[in-house]
């Protein structure tokens, strides 16, 4: 199964600015996904971060709020921009291995609180 | 639109007992379903997938069962300890795509 390091693990910052988040897998893949979970609630998609083409954002998310970098097949970056109190929450990047038999594996999140 | 259910949102039982976690999802078009757990503040942890032509996979004393036709799984926890005191999220997989539950958070009183 995939190794997925996030970092930082944890976050507290001023709101107006800007903290990226690092995801390094231990083996290369062809997606990396991006999700938010606001506390209290389940796991909502961000964005399908693709090597070498523009990330694909779901309904309801932009790319320059969050935007994302894709530089290879082992590493992803979402940055939450321009943060307010109503970001805060864990911030979350998964892969999926297997090709008949697909299976996720999500890093250990990182805990955002804007204040 | 796949619509996941997990009921109930919270559950608190002495330690020792068996338990069953439900799962419900509107769309029986699934390529598998995949049970997690979450600790406070955590990431995710894989703890079974089933394929959507399955019935059933066993891990320790965990237990998943699927039955697509219905929209419906279930997580079969024996015996429980007081480390199995988590959030337990179940997802499905259709179009490459997972869509998450709303969770039951466990609390195994010791």
């Known amino acids: 199964s995939a190794v997925i390091s996030q970092k930082p693990s944890r976050d507290i910052c001023q709101r107006g600015t800007s903290l990226t988040i690092q995801c390094q897998v231990d083996s290369q893949v062809t997606m990396m996904f991006w999700y938010r979970q606001q506390p209290g609630q389940s796991l909502t998609l961000i964005a399908t971060a693709n090597q070498g083409s523009e990330a694909t954002y779901e309904s309801g998310f932009v790319i320059d709020k969050f935007p994302i970098s894709r530089p290879n097949l082992t590493f992803s970056t979402l940055t939450v921009s321009n943060m307010s109190p109503e970001d805060s929450s864990i911030y979350l990047c998964?892969?999926?291995?297997?090709?008949?038999?697909?299976?996720?594996?999500f890093g250990q999140g990182t805990r955002l609180t804007v204040v | 639109k796949q619509e996941v259910t997990q009921i109930p949102a919270a559950l608190s039982v002495p330690e020792g007992e068996n338990l069953v976690l439900n799962c419900s999802f509107t769309d029986s078009a699934i390529y598998n379903l995949q049970w997690f757990r979450q600790d406070p503040g955590k990431g995710l942890t894989s703890l079974l997938l089933i394929q959507s032509s399955q019935r059933e996979q066993t891990s320790g004393r965990l237990n998943a069962s699927l039955d697509k036709s219905s929209g419906r799984s279930t997580l079969y926890i024996a015996a429980s300890q007081p480390g199995d005191s988590a959030t337990y999220l179940c997802?499905?997989?259709?179009?490459?795509?997972?869509?998450f539950g709303t969770g039951t958070r466990l609390t195994i009183i010791p």
């Open positions: 997802a499905v997989v259709g179009n490459e795509k997972l869509t």
């Open positions: 998964s892969v999926v291995e297997g090709l008949v038999v697909t299976e996720a594996f």
